[in-house]
């Protein structure tokens, strides 16, 4: 069973910094899928719909990013290739909302930030960043 855990999250100032982490377990990567097999993160604002904000692709280890927190966040994983990892700078108020890991076990296939190219989802860890 595939699982996936959200955590970091917290109550930051502007400009400051969090590391997400989604900790993920019962699946393994073969190189096979016809997709790209992938760890993606979106966030949920109070009122908003579900964005991505940045995707890991397990196979040849690519990232991508939204224009809202391109140049400021950093998708990777630990060597074990059991976590990934956002690491966000530069917090701005407008960042707020509940993150979420997503895995696609088999791959998105043409667009990484579609909600429905992933099939599990975490629980979401609460951001909140403060003016």
């Known amino acids: 069973d595939v699982q996936l855990q959200a955590s970091g999250g917290g109550l930051v100032q502007a400009g400051g910094s969090l590391r997400l982490s989604c900790a993920a377990s019962g699946f393994t990567f073969n190189g096979g899928e016809i997709g790209w097999p992938a760890i993606g993160w979106f966030r949920q604002a109070p009122g908003k719909e579900r964005e991505g904000i940045s995707c890991f692709v397990l196979s040849d280890s690519s990232t991508y990013y939204s224009h809202s927190v391109k140049g400021r966040v950093t998708i990777s994983r630990d060597n074990a290739k059991n976590t990934v990892f956002l690491q966000m700078n530069s917090l701005k108020p407008e960042d707020t909302g509940v993150y979420y890991c997503?895995?696609?076990?088999?791959?998105?296939?043409?667009?990484?930030?579609?909600?429905?190219?992933?099939?599990?989802w975490g629980q979401g860890t609460l951001v909140t960043v403060s003016s």
């Open positions: 997503a895995a696609a076990i088999e791959g998105w296939g043409t667009t990484w930030n579609d909600r429905s190219e992933y099939d599990y």
